[in-house]
């Protein structure tokens, strides 16, 4: 979920850390279990992490029966984030569990957690493999009577990883029915009958075959209504604001994309994908705007946003990108070639590869921005970058990150 990825889902139990009471070290100030649960205490809600979890260590082999310690280290390896301090955090889960195996919380945490890695997972085999752990711990823990709502949540986003969107909305109105007031849910429910709505939509041969349609408006109304339950129940909800401006704008609708995008980001500011939302947006409207003058403001915006991404997320190929088209609009050409470059440093498709390099290479011959074209695959024929740069690929960011978990700044 580092800057924490706030297109991920929240999991509120990770937020459980067993505390301790604070005992002073024994007058001789001998190093002891106590001292030193109580200096990792202090630590954490201080902000200091990464010396919490040194103290929460130490204080695991001064007193190796004690579960406590590891509890409170999955915790702190969760708000690191990464690939490394969420293996970490299962391992701690399995240490609480040689010490504790009856801890319910735990099952549904390591479940979580092992359905975060599998994310990670390029093997398709290995992948499953690892979701149908997930799954055994999910069931485990809800077999031992840990919250129905979010073992069946936490099942239905699993499903949703192995692709199995019915599953996975059969499990999803499992938890909303056992607990209505669920935002976290109400986004997965969205995100489920859109990606249904998706694939109709791109039926070549029959009905209904378009967002347009009488009967996908009719079925967008009941995504939205998810979305604004979602937002209604959560007070500051970036997911499922930034998720409802995604189907806007993959609906047409850009203006109001914008408004949501700039609510998401309101609500997190270091939401780099809401960042990047409001630029691309902006470059859409720029790309219809006849006026002159309206036309180089949509451009100005949709580049200082995307700046304000790639500060975020320096790694997005994407972003990147973006940034590069709205400089290259400027007429800033030397800059856009540079991020165009640094782009291809972090591009794996050969063929996009080819077609980036014919582009700069047009750039660096012509000295003009935006008056050559570049196919983009999958954009529907040749046009300009800048106008194909995202146009089928402005849901699969969110989507993709739907299906991760993130340390929630406060119980839900």
Same mark, same amino acid.
């Given at each position: 979920?580092?800057?924490?990825?706030?297109?991920?889902?929240?999991?509120?139990?990770?937020?459980?850390?067993?505390?301790?009471s604070?005992?002073? =070290?024994?007058?001789?100030?001998?190093?002891?279990?106590?001292?030193?649960?109580?200096i990792?205490?202090l630590?954490?809600?201080?902000?200091?992490?990464?010396?919490?979890?040194k103290?929460?260590?130490?204080?695991?082999?001064?007193? #190796?029966?004690?579960?406590e310690?590891?509890?409170?280290l999955v915790?702190?390896?969760?708000?690191k984030?990464?690939?490394?301090?969420?293996?970490?955090?299962?391992?701690?889960?399995?240490?609480?569990?040689?010490?504790?195996?009856?801890?319910?919380?735990?099952?549904?945490?390591?479940?979580? +957690?092992?359905?975060?890695?599998?994310?990670?997972?390029?093997?398709?085999? @290995?992948?499953?493999?690892?979701? %149908? %752990?997930?799954? @055994?711990?999910?069931? +485990?823990?809800?077999?031992?009577?840990?919250?129905? =709502?979010?073992?069946?949540?936490?099942?239905?986003?699993?499903?949703?990883?192995?692709?199995d969107?019915e599953?996975?909305?059969?499990?999803?109105?499992?938890?909303?029915?056992?607990?209505?007031?669920? #935002?976290?849910?109400?986004?997965?429910?969205?995100?489920?009958l859109?990606?249904?709505?998706?694939?109709?939509?791109?039926?070549?041969?029959?009905?209904?075959?378009?967002?347009?349609? #009488?009967?996908?408006?009719?079925?967008?109304? *009941?995504?939205?209504?998810?979305?604004?339950?979602?937002?209604?129940?959560?007070?500051?909800?970036?997911e499922?604001?930034?998720?409802?401006?995604?189907?806007?704008?993959?609906?047409g609708?850009?203006? *109001?994309?914008?408004?949501?995008y700039?609510?998401?980001? *309101?609500? *997190?500011?270091?939401?780099?994908?809401?960042?990047?939302?409001?630029?691309? =947006?902006?470059a859409?409207?720029?790309?219809?705007?006849?006026?002159?003058?309206?036309?180089? %403001?949509?451009?100005?915006?949709?580049?200082? =946003?995307y700046?304000?991404?790639?500060?975020?997320? #320096?790694t997005?190929?994407?972003?990147?990108?973006? +940034?590069?088209?709205?400089?290259?609009?400027?007429?800033?050409?030397?800059?856009a070639?540079?991020?165009? $470059?640094?782009?291809?440093?972090?591009?794996?498709?050969?063929?996009?590869k080819a077609?980036?390099?014919?582009?700069? $290479?047009?750039?660096?011959?012509?000295?003009?921005?935006?008056?050559?074209?570049?196919?983009?695959?999958?954009?529907?024929?040749?046009?300009?970058?800048?106008?194909?740069?995202?146009?089928?690929?402005a849901?699969?960011?969110?989507?993709?990150?739907?299906?991760?978990? @993130?340390?929630?700044?406060? @119980? $839900?």
């Amino acid at each position: 979920m580092k800057p924490r990825q706030y297109i991920t889902l929240s999991i509120s139990l990770l937020t459980t850390v067993s505390l301790v009471s604070f005992q002073s =070290a024994n007058a001789a100030g001998k190093e002891t279990y106590a001292h030193k649960m109580e200096i990792g205490q202090l630590l954490y809600f201080n902000g200091d992490i990464e010396r919490a979890i040194k103290n929460f260590v130490r204080a695991s082999e001064l007193n #190796p029966k004690a579960f406590e310690p590891h509890l409170n280290l999955v915790n702190l390896y969760v708000q690191k984030g990464g690939d490394e301090g969420l293996t970490k955090a299962a391992q701690e889960c399995a240490e609480v569990l040689k010490l504790k195996p009856s801890n319910r919380e735990i099952h549904l945490i390591l479940g979580n +957690l092992i359905r975060t890695q599998a994310s990670s997972e390029t093997d398709k085999d @290995k992948m499953n493999a690892k979701l %149908e %752990e997930a799954l @055994k711990e999910v069931q +485990l823990a809800q077999d031992m009577g840990a919250p129905e =709502a979010l073992c069946e949540n936490t099942i239905g986003l699993t499903l949703l990883q192995k692709g199995d969107m019915e599953g996975a909305l059969l499990h999803i109105d499992k938890a909303l029915k056992k607990q209505p007031n669920f #935002p976290d849910a109400h986004l997965v429910k969205a995100v489920l009958l859109f990606k249904a709505i998706n694939k109709d939509a791109k039926g070549a041969d029959s009905a209904p075959g378009s967002l347009d349609s #009488p009967e996908n408006k009719k079925k967008l109304n *009941e995504v939205f209504a998810e979305l604004d339950l979602a937002i209604k129940q959560k007070e500051k909800n970036p997911e499922a604001h930034n998720t409802k401006a995604d189907i806007l704008f993959a609906a047409g609708k850009h203006d *109001e994309a914008l408004e949501h995008y700039h609510k998401a980001a *309101e609500h *997190e500011p270091r939401y780099a994908q809401a960042w990047a939302g409001i630029g691309n =947006a902006q470059a859409h409207m720029a790309g219809k705007a006849t006026d002159a003058d309206k036309k180089r %403001e949509h451009i100005d915006h949709a580049k200082e =946003a995307y700046d304000k991404a790639k500060r975020i997320k #320096p790694t997005d190929k994407n972003i990147v990108y973006g +940034l590069a088209v709205m400089l290259e609009k400027q007429g800033a050409v030397a800059d856009a070639i540079q991020e165009f $470059q640094n782009g291809l440093l972090l591009e794996t498709d050969p063929m996009m590869k080819a077609q980036i390099q014919m582009h700069m $290479q047009q750039l660096r011959r012509s000295g003009l921005g935006g008056s050559h074209t570049l196919g983009v695959p999958g954009a529907g024929g040749t046009s300009s970058i800048g106008d194909n740069m995202f146009i089928n690929g402005a849901l699969s960011v969110p989507f993709s990150s739907l299906i991760k978990i @993130k340390q929630p700044k406060e @119980k $839900q």
